[in-house]
């Protein structure tokens, strides 16, 4: 009996991604092999954060970059450090933002469930625009001498009232407004590690427990280094607000394994073993009848990255999401998504032996649908 049977908990196979609620992503052995081994000593965990994010930067090819317990957390802890500038009598004034610019300013399209850990901070959420449209004159007249920062979300840069992010920091440029960017699902391809830091932003913010395959409680803000030395005095392990994101040290560790890898990883060879997978699925499903099959792509914002094929399934004698719940009660349980009225498969987390087993478990459903 392995720890989750212990708990009457049944282990799932992923055709989801890497979301949160289901666990993130699967660590590399090397990841929890490092952790294991970081937990066998003491350090000082100060200079333990600072290495590790050097060491990352180092990797990445980036000026700075600021170990976080997760994006949101790097979302307060960016905003924190865009209020106070890493005065230290300012960072323990939070979230009480008296005295301190503390306006954050988004594009009405971009606004996410995860931006109250903006508000944590004691920031306040200023919309620009509308949801279907938005303009480069509408954020110049929104600027103020209470403006803290700009926050973009890269996952809505295709919604209808987005406005592409070099623009918005040509205009901001001459504010000397810095830029914020959650990307915390926006990898591969690992060029937008550094793609929103070319295109004008000073810190991105990307999620250690999804493509980096680290562990799920860990994160990391990249970008300028005068605004990373900001995001520290505000993080973890000093007292501020993100005294209570805690981080420990094995995961500190397991994060910087985690990015190792990540850059060594050849993705042509992971995105010719995605499309096998989608391709095995389709090949399969197509011929079976009440089913709709073909490969595409997200268009729609919460279902990052975007790059990787997925499997689009249109059930005629049920709902996709009746499909969904009939799958995740299976034994195995397979969890897929639903996006408008088709059931989704995503490859990104299946491993090749787990996709005759999604295949049958749909068969199965369909066998007998009600």
Partial sequence: MDVYESLGIKKIINGWGTVTMIGGSLMD????????????????IRILHKKAGDKIAELLGCEACSITSGAAAG??????????????SRVLQLPDTTGMPNEVLMLKSHRILYDQALSLTGAKIIEIGVTSAANLRQIETAVSE?????????????????????????????????????????????????KYLDQGADL???????????????????GKREWIESCEANNYPYYSIGRSMKLDKETIVGLVK????????????????WNTMVAEMIASLSVLPGLLVRRGFPTEPGVQPTIIPRVYITPSSLSARELQARLARMDPAV???VQ????????????????PIV????????????
Avoid at 209 to 220: D, I, M, N, T, W
Avoid at 340 to 355: H, R, S, T, W
């Fill in 29 to 44: 052995p090397e990841v929890v092999k490092a952790m294991s081994e970081a937990a066998r000593s003491y350090v000082d």
């Fill in 75 to 88: 979302m307060a802890i960016s905003a924190a450090a865009c209020m106070t500038k890493g005065d230290a």
């Fill in 146 to 194: 209470k403006t803290a920062c700009f926050f973009y979300v890269a996952e809505a840069e295709r919604m209808r009232g987005s406005i592409p992010l070099p623009l918005i920091a040509e205009v901001l440029r001459k504010f000397k407004i810095p830029i914020v960017v959650d990307a915390a699902a926006e990898l591969p391809p690992k060029a937008n590690i550094t």
């Fill in 204 to 222: 991105a913010i990307f999620s250690g427990g999804k493509e980096l395959r680290g562990p799920q409680s860990s994160g990391l803000i990249v």
């Fill in 258 to 273: 985690a990015v190792e890898l990540f850059v060594k990883k050849d993705y042509e060879i992971q995105m010719e073993a």
């Fill in 335 to 337: 969890y897929i998504d």
């Fill in 340 to 355: 408008g009225e088709e059931a989704v498969v995503n490859p990104q987390c299946l491993e090749q032996d787990q996709i």
């Fill in 359 to 370: 295949i049958d478990s749909i068969r199965n459903v369909m066998k007998s649908p009600l």
